[in-house]
Every structure is written in C-alpha cells, then in structure tokens.
C-alpha cells in the first residue's frame, strides 16, 4: 500500500514571499500520478498540479511549481509571489498508474498554509 | 453543469439512525468516488465506480456503508444503525477515463449524536 506523509502540520509566510511545501510518498510502483490540492476553507478541493511519475521535467502551473525526485520519492510544491488567497489546506496525493484510477487517491494529513498580509 | 453536487450539505442524525447522501458527478464523468475526511486529516478512500459498476469497494468502513450508482449518473452512500465515529465529512469526486484530475464536490459533513 501507499503512504503519503506532510511533515508541515501549519506553514505561515508573508504576502509575495515564496513558500515551499514538502511531501514525501512510498510505493512500490514505478508508474503513478502525484497531485496537490487546494481545499481552502468551506470550499470544494481543487487540483493545483499534477506529475505524472515517468516526465522527469517538473510540472508548472503558473505561480506553482513541483520539485520531483523520484529516487527519493520527494514531491514539493513551491508557491511563488503568495496571494492571500492562497490561504487553505493543501494535500499531496497519490495515484497508481496500475490501478487504472480504480484505487483512488492517497492523501496526506495536509499542510495548513497562511498567508498573512 | 456547475460541478459535483452533493446533498445534502450537513446531516446532524441520531446514534443508530440510518443516512443517505447524494451526489451528482459532472455529467460528461463516468468515474465517480466516494472519500471520507475526518478532522486534521486528508480525505480517505471508500469506494469507486466507473459507469454504473462498482470497481472497487474493500475499502468501505464496515459493511454498514454501502454505495449505489445506478444507470451510471448519481450516487448514493448509504451508511446505516450510524455511529459516533461515523461523524465526518464525506467527498464525492468524479472525473473521466482520459483525465486523471479529480473534481470535488463541497461534501455532506455529518454529526452523529
């Protein structure tokens, strides 16, 4: 089975700094998918980016951006010039590529991200 | 279509009692997901269904929790003679066979009391 850990409970940068979230994951697989999303509060989760395990370029998606290394199974998420609307929950997730998406995804325990003004 | 809809949006329910939720997918999504997320913790896989047909359900709580898609459009999540430990937000996400992105609905957060 697949873990994924957050080892940043909470995380507080100013407005317009750079912040870097980390996320660690275990399998077996060679092939997979990682994501993060973005649960901001009472609102829906939606994906930031995605990876998939076989591009060894890293995604980038506007302000965010990954740091994959697949050999050290580190997946990080730099968010640059922070908005205080980047204020929410954010969770690095897991999917088998093997699995066909019939195994869902797996979730850290998240990371709390504020952005003060 | 606005998204995943799920219903309703708060459930307060008595120990023992018997609950069911409802989500409707995007409608062009065959894939459809059941999550249960719990205080300070990310969101927990129950079941999943492509088309009308559960793929995958060992993942369901206990066998009072239970799921249905019929004709392959809404879902339903049933959970019965419901717990305390049952109180959680339950996530419905969908998406398509070509897409790997999950869209989210806002959940049904339940109180069992």
């Known amino acids: 089975a697949q873990t994924v850990t957050q080892s940043q409970p909470e995380m507080s940068v100013q407005e317009a700094e750079t912040v870097t979230l980390s996320c660690t994951y275990d399998?077996?697989?060679?092939?997979?998918?990682l994501f993060w999303y973005k649960q901001p509060p009472s609102r829906q989760m939606i994906l930031v980016i995605r990876q998939e395990a076989y591009k060894q370029q890293n995604a980038t998606e506007n302000r965010f951006s990954v740091n994959f290394r697949k050999a050290a199974k580190s997946f990080s998420l730099k968010i640059s010039d922070s908005q205080l609307g980047d204020t929410a929950m954010y969770f690095c997730a897991f999917m088998s590529y093997s699995g066909g998406g019939a195994d869902g995804l797996t979730f850290g325990k998240g990371t709390h991200l504020i952005i003060q003004p | 279509d606005t998204g995943v809809s799920q219903d309703p949006r708060h459930k307060i329910t008595k120990r023992g009692q018997n609950v069911t939720f409802r989500c409707d997918p995007i409608s062009e999504h065959n894939r459809l997901y059941w999550y249960r997320q719990t205080l300070g913790q990310g969101p927990e896989f129950l079941t999943y269904f492509q088309n009308e047909a559960q793929l995958e359900k060992s993942r369901l709580l206990s066998d009072r929790f239970s799921a249905e898609r019929p004709k392959g459009s809404f879902s339903t999540l049933e959970i019965q003679r419901t717990e305390q430990g049952d109180s959680a937000m339950y996530l419905c996400?969908?998406?398509?066979?070509?897409?790997?992105?999950?869209?989210f609905g806002q959940g049904t957060r339940l109180t069992v009391v």
């Open positions: 996400a969908s998406s398509s066979i070509r897409n790997t992105e999950a869209f």
């Open positions: 399998t077996s697989e060679s092939n997979y998918y």
